[in-house]
């Protein structure tokens, strides 16, 4: 067979290779290496990766919309916002504000919403303060706004009592003030018995 490739001057030249059906030019002076070959590769790697790729985003997509590792990333997601909202509310510390900057201070803590964090801190401090005498049966009906009762720590003690009276609550409680601890008395007003 390769005598039938060798001319007469002994240089190669080409022939027709040829199998059923289909006929495949190549030069004999060629490695034996044709550029559509590699194409024909290059194509079928590029739509493999191709595959690939859109198998990916098949998968990750349906593991994305799984209900049950929805549920799992709500929960994480819930966990960790309310270990930052803890952590938020832990580190408030109470500074007093003189009454020139108490404006200026509330809205700028309302843009920054460090205002709802220092409401749920005092909130938080509402485990600290019990407030059993407010919470009693017999002084329910000295609670006007029944949401708002005092701390037990803070709450006014009725001194000299009238003859026959013998309740020392009122829904009122010591404030501190800028100088003086219990310099003022917060109370919700009038109250119809």
Not at 26 to 38: K, W
Request: proline residues 6%; charged residues 25%.
């Amino acid at each position: 067979m390769t005598n039938d490739i060798v001319e007469q001057n002994g240089s190669l030249g080409s022939k027709q290779n040829t199998f059923p059906n289909i006929t495949v030019p190549y030069a004999a002076d060629d490695v034996g290496f044709d550029m559509n070959y590699l194409y024909w590769i290059f194509l079928c790697i590029l739509m493999t990766i191709f595959g690939l790729c859109l198998a990916s985003c098949k998968y990750l997509r349906d593991q994305y919309h799984n209900p049950e590792l929805k549920r799992k990333r709500k929960e994480k997601y819930e966990v960790e916002t309310r270990a930052k909202e803890e952590k938020a509310v832990l580190s408030v510390t109470p500074e007093p504000i003189p009454s020139y900057r108490f404006l200026h201070t509330l809205y700028k803590k309302k843009s920054d919403k460090q205002l709802n964090i220092e409401v749920r801190a005092i909130v938080h401090n509402q485990e600290e303060f019990p407030c059993t005498t407010a919470l009693l049966p017999r002084n329910a009906a000295n609670n006007n706004k029944p949401e708002i009762i005092t701390y037990d720590h803070s709450r006014v003690i009725l001194r000299d009592m009238p003859p026959g009276y013998n309740n020392d609550y009122i829904n009122a409680s010591f404030i501190d003030g800028y100088t003086l601890t219990k310099e003022y008395i917060a109370t919700q007003g009038e109250c119809i018995y």
